[in-house]
């Protein structure tokens, strides 16, 4: 998967989409980036730890999966964002932050589109 290309293709496709980020389950990153003019909400180190976080709580969800079936996504909306969270196949993550207003299901829909 071009990772790049499909930050791109995402980012084109809404532009409520605020950051989309692409990591294996150790949390290494494919590719991270926000929509140019997006302020970040959050300090590096409070990214880095909301992104570890949900790496967590998905690698806990695949040992659940036998008996409960495969995590499709995690949605958590704040005041001032939402924030999903979905596998991109069986060793990727895909973390993404999106405006409150979003359409997350035409988003998410869009995403598994193209993985």
């Not at 990591?23 to 290494?28: F, T, Y």
């Not at 979905?86 to 193209?114: F, Q, W």
Request: glycine fraction near 4%.
């Amino acid at each position: 998967m071009d990772y790049k290309q499909f930050y791109e293709e995402m980012m084109k496709f809404d532009p409520t989409i605020r950051l989309i980020t692409i990591c294996d389950l150790n949390g290494k990153i494919m590719h991270s980036d926000h929509r140019q003019g997006v302020q970040n909400l959050l300090s590096p180190e409070e990214s880095k730890k909301s992104l570890e976080l949900a790496i967590n709580a998905w690698k806990i969800r695949n040992e659940l999966a036998p008996k409960i079936g495969k995590g499709k996504y995690v949605l958590a909306e704040y005041e001032k964002i939402k924030r999903i969270t979905m596998p991109l196949g069986d060793n990727h993550v895909l973390y993404m932050t999106t405006e409150v207003e979003s359409d997350h299901a035409k988003i998410m829909d869009k995403a598994r589109m193209l993985k």
